[in-house]
């Protein structure tokens, strides 16, 4: 699942990975939390800014204080690319960190480390 709110980078990564994974994309806290129930979600790449009043970190520890998802893969992908803001994405719970621009090179070895 992508949970990003920029179309434009929706597309890139959709461009990156569709020949490899079946994405679903929102653009919302609020609309990820409904996907999860609905689908099966192996690994989540995540924007920090989002539409609505929540933003990615505060789905990571949304999802590290539940039991169903606790050890779901996590991929923080955001324009935030300062050490401190990595670091804060670790430690909110994200398995992984690629500040944009996202490279398809960086994006694919980053998910193949996770789920495969």
Known sequence: MVVEDDK???RLIGFFLRDKYELCFT???AGAREKLK???IILILLDLSLLG???G???VRFLRGTAKWV?????????????SDRAECMDAGCNGFIAKPISRDNL????KTLIE
């Open 71 to 83: 050890n779901l893969p996590i991929i923080a992908t955001t324009a935030h690319a300062f050490q």
């Open 27 to 29: 653009e919302s806290v």
């Open 108 to 111: 694919v070895r980053a998910i």
């Open 57 to 59: 970190l505060d789905l």
């Open 53 to 55: 009043d929540e933003n």
């Open 8 to 10: 434009s980078s929706q």
């Open 38 to 40: 609905r689908e099966k």
